[in-house]
Structures are given as structure tokens and as C-alpha cells.
T-cell receptor, first 116, second 114 residues
Framework: NAGVTQTPKFQVLKTGQSMTLQCAQD?????MYWYRQDPGMGLRLIYY???????DKGEVPNGYNVSRLNKREFSLRLESAAPSQTSVYFC???????????????FGNGTRLTVT | AQSVAQPEDQVNVAEGNPLTVKCTYS??????LFWYVQYPNRGLQFLLK??????LVKGSYGFEAEFNKSQTSFHLKKPSALVSDSALYFC????????????FGKGTMLLVSP
């Protein structure tokens, strides 16, 4: 999806290993989000960043940390991976400012993570 | 708290027939409502949104959605389904004021048969 780049596309980790998922946008939008998608559970918000320098917890933040490195980049870190974190992770950006509320989200193509 | 219910895990329809994918929501205050579509191994793509005004919203690829405030519903519709419409569809809601992030439903798989 144009404008949101996620790396890597696939990753396999062993329990206890750490990794960072990267997300970069090229459209200079303020708000960025990390979601996880699990079968039958839809998308659940992990963390979000309304603007550069701020981050907030979403619905399922446990086991994750985030960094809003600059306006373009928002990374998600798993310090000690667990099998329950096996999922597809999506980064999204929001057109306009966080206060718009009616702006749609634009998603990257996801990172498929397996923890064994 | 806000929530979205998509009561059908899967909807089956024959090509050329009309389709409906159901969504009901709960939010304090007035809602902003969205539909997204996901094709295999891709991220979600925005289809349409309701903010205010006309209860019938038109979006991409011939889709439309009808907002019904009394029934707190926002059903996705298309007059004539295509095989290429087969995908996973998500409804989402946020409130129209104050702090709010987007809450998604669990998704409905639409299968259109030739």
C-alpha cells in the first residue's frame, strides 16, 4: 500500500528472542498506529502515536514497546517474544491531524510473525 | 467504550446478486463509521465512511453503506456482486469528538461464486 512501508514482511522467532518491526511513511502525517490481526478477532490496537514525540497504549500493549523516532518512523519492539505474539502486525497512518477523527487509516502490507 | 459487531463470519452470494454485509456499533455520542476491505496478504483498504448528513454513503468499487441511527447499524451493500469482491470486510467506529481511536469489528468474509 502506497505511503506506508513495513519491514520485515516475514519473521520467525524463538520464544524469548527480541525483534523490532519497522514502519515508515512518506506522507508526513501526524498519527501512526500499530495493530495486530488474529483470526476471528479482527484488528486490535497495540500502540499509537498521535504526533512526533508522543506514544500511547492501545487495547493490547502488554509485551510490546514503541518508539516514534521522528515524524516518518514508528517502530514496534518485542523484548521477549512469546507464542501468543504470533500474529500479523499492521502499521497504519491517519490522514490529517489526530483531531480530525473522520480521516481514514492507510495500512501497510503487514509483517507476518511466528514465535515458536 | 466503543464496539463493533459483525454478526456473520461469512456471507455467500452468487455473482450478479445483491450483497449485504452487516455491522452494528456502540459508541458514546455520535459515530464516525468506516468500511475497509482486505485482500489476501495485503493491508486493509479504505472503502467508505459516514461522518454526518446523508444516510446512504457511496464508496469505492460500487459499494455503498446505509447508516441507521435508531438501529445503530451501518450495513455495507452492493447491487450486483462480482467474483472479485470476494475478500474480508471490516467495519470500524470512532466517536466524533474528544479522544478516540478506531475500533474494528472481527471481520466478515465475503465469498462470491461464479
Amino acid at each position: 500500500n502506497a505511503g506506508v512501508t513495513q519491514t520485515p514482511k516475514f519473521q520467525v522467532l524463538k520464544t524469548g528472542q527480541s525483534m523490532t518491526l519497522q514502519c515508515a511513511q512518506d506522507m508526513n502525517h501526524n498519527s501512526m498506529y500499530w495493530y495486530r490481526q488474529d483470526p476471528g478477532m479482527g484488528l486490535r490496537l497495540i500502540y499509537y502515536s498521535a504526533s512526533e514525540g508522543t506514544t500511547d497504549k492501545g487495547e493490547v500493549p502488554n509485551g510490546y514497546n514503541v518508539s516514534r523516532l521522528n515524524k516518518r518512523e514508528f517502530s514496534l519492539r518485542l523484548e521477549s517474544a512469546a507464542p501468543s505474539q504470533t500474529s500479523v502486525y499492521f502499521c497504519a497512518i491517519e490522514w490529517g491531524t489526530f483531531s480530525s477523527y473522520n480521516s481514514p487509516l492507510h495500512f501497510g502490507n503487514g509483517t507476518r510473525l511466528t514465535v515458536t | 467504550a466503543q464496539s463493533v459487531a459483525q454478526p456473520e463470519d461469512q456471507v455467500n452470494v452468487a455473482e450478479g446478486n445483491p450483497l449485504t454485509v452487516k455491522c452494528t456499533y456502540s459508541v458514546s455520542g455520535n459515530p464516525y463509521l468506516f468500511w475497509y476491505v482486505q485482500y489476501p496478504n495485503r493491508g486493509l483498504q479504505f472503502l467508505l465512511k459516514y461522518i454526518t448528513g446523508d444516510n446512504l454513503v457511496k464508496g469505492s468499487y460500487g459499494f455503498e453503506a446505509e447508516f441507521n441511527k435508531s438501529q445503530t447499524s451501518f450495513h455495507l451493500k452492493k447491487p450486483s456482486a462480482l467474483v472479485s469482491d470476494s475478500a474480508l470486510y471490516f467495519c470500524a467506529v470512532r466517536r466524533d469528538s474528544g479522544y478516540s481511536t478506531l475500533t474494528f469489528g472481527k471481520g466478515t468474509m465475503l465469498l462470491v461464486s461464479p
